[in-house]
């Protein structure tokens, strides 16, 4: 659902915005920017020399495809595909989705025509509705243990391979804030709205008026902000899961629940101190995010695959960005003050209707290449810098804001909630908080169109 992504960065990786340079010897790399030649490039090695995987050379010759649904990956993944055939002899198609297109109903589309993709990137809820009639059983793959608490079960078995986590919470640019302030910031005091609040109101004394960048577009607010809702309940999957059935039943009252109340409430101070107050439903996402790295404003609540737009505004892999929590209330003990939400947002789907035994071996093994080779391992997080959900991937990312998820995922200040939805609710509960956002309806319009949105799902 990460779909704002300047012209340039679509054809790129999530960092580096991928160039394929001249092999040399047993490695090779990529340039930063490969639409402009007079910029120094910048290069990520990736190790060949050491290559342990064991190939199987009775699936060579064999053809599959990827069909592909996170744009900014696709030149990464063309790249990992022309690398696992020159190992494998095995040729994977990487099929991108069409800008604007939903994933789902792409690959339902291939499915009606015949001609299904061997593999499917796509989000959870696409899984979850296609796995069972569409999907092989992936539950007894080896890599399932390297995954352990980042797996997808429907129904007690495995369909989907969790291609990488991201995270979301309230993007900081440390050195705009000590800059405008001239002291020192240290995120870990900021435990609670109030902290929050000061820290905002210091910045406006300081002389930046609207501290805040606040995206408009709907998938923003109706999935990386709305769904702060469900996942807050316990910070787990299950517990969204759980609310969002309640919503579902009428057993709940939003007007009365808590979470709804904790997160309008820090939501009416992103609204306050937002840059584009006065023309919310006006915000330009990549204004927003030349406001970042430019010192403009100091906050922006996103996720870490943010960064391709900050690096086109001129932002630096070595500067001090990082993530704040969604602060829900001013009860520092409450674990959504704590931590930033961390998930696996995309799975891979092998198909098992129409791929033939051959092609399933081959999607297997390009699966497990990415898992257990040495190159596969570094391509995952170089070349497509995206943080490995598996814990035998020795290797960090190199922007600050996925390396940050990455440290908070393994000091335990992360949650990982998903929160299981319909494929239109970003687009239709976006519609009602951009209503909001703008001031075009007030708390209990919202809170009714969401109750409203559920009553009416079965």
């Known amino acids: 659902m990460k779909k704002k992504l ?41 190790d060949t020399s050491i290559d342990t995987f064991e190939y199987d050379s009775s699936l060579e010759g064999t053809n599959i495809s990827v069909l592909n649904s996170k744009a900014e990956i696709q030149t990464a993944l063309e790249e990992m595909a022309k690398i696992f055939e020159e190992k494998a002899g095995v040729h994977v198609e990487i099929m991108p989705v069409s800008d604007g297109d939903s994933p789902y109903t792409k690959v ?10 061997t593999l499917s990137i796509l989000d959870t809820t696409d899984v979850i509705a296609l796995a069972e009639e569409k999907a092989a059983d992936l539950s007894n793959e080896a890599w399932t243990a390297e995954a352990e608490g ?14 990488c986590i991201e995270g979301r919470g309230i993007i900081y640019n440390k050195s705009a804030i000590e800059k405008t302030l001239g002291e020192e910031f240290d995120p870990s005091e900021i435990k609670t709205q109030d902290d929050f609040v000061e820290v905002l109101e210091k910045l406006k004394k300081a002389g930046m008026e609207r501290p805040i960048s606040l995206a408009k577009e709907d998938w923003s607010l109706g999935a990386h902000q709305l769904q702060y809702v469900y996942e807050t309940y316990d910070g787990t999957s299950a517990g969204a ?17 808590s979470r709804m109340s904790d997160f309008l409430n820090m939501f009416d101070i992103l609204k306050k101190y937002n840059v ?17 790295a430019d010192g403009k404003t100091a906050f922006w609540l996103n996720g870490n695959w943010a960064w391709p737009n900050l690096e086109e505004a001129g932002a630096e892999t070595d500067d001090e960005y990082g993530f704040l929590p969604y602060f829900m209330n001013n009860d520092p003990s409450d674990f959504a003050n704590q931590q930033i939400q ?9 198909d098992g209707q129409v791929a033939s035994e051959k092609e399933q071996a081959a999607a297997k093994e390009f699966l497990n290449w990415i898992v257990y080779s040495e190159i596969g391992q570094q391509m995952l997080v170089y070349t497509c810098n995206l943080i490995p959900p598996f814990q035998n991937n020795p290797y960090e990312p190199t922007d600050p804001l996925s390396r940050n998820i990455y440290e908070k995922v393994q000091s335990g200040e992360a949650f990982n909630a998903s929160a299981i939805v319909p494929n239109d609710h970003w687009s239709v509960l976006g519609a009602a908080m951009q209503k909001y956002l703008a001031g075009r309806s007030d708390r209990d319009e919202l809170i009714e169109s969401i109750e409203d949105y559920w009553a009416e799902q079965e």
């Open 108 to 117: 339902v589309s291939l499915y009606n025509s015949g001609t299904p993709p």
């Open 342 to 350: 961390g998930s696996p947002s995309k799975q891979v789907m092998l």
């Open 241 to 257: 899961q759980e609310v969002i059935e309640m919503i579902k039943d009428g057993d709940l009252d939003l007007k009365s629940y």
């Open 276 to 292: 584009a107050q006065k023309d919310p439903l006006g915000a330009d996402y990549d204004e927003m995010a030349i406001d970042l």
């Open 6 to 46: 300047v012209a340039r960065v679509l054809a790129s990786a999530l960092t580096a915005v991928l160039a394929v340079t001249t092999l040399s010897g047993c490695t090779f790399g990529f340039a930063s920017d490969p639409d402009d030649p007079n910029e120094v490039e910048e290069e990520i090695p990736i």
């Open 150 to 163: 980042y797996l997808t079960e429907v129904n007690g078995h495995v369909y989907s391979f969790p291609l």
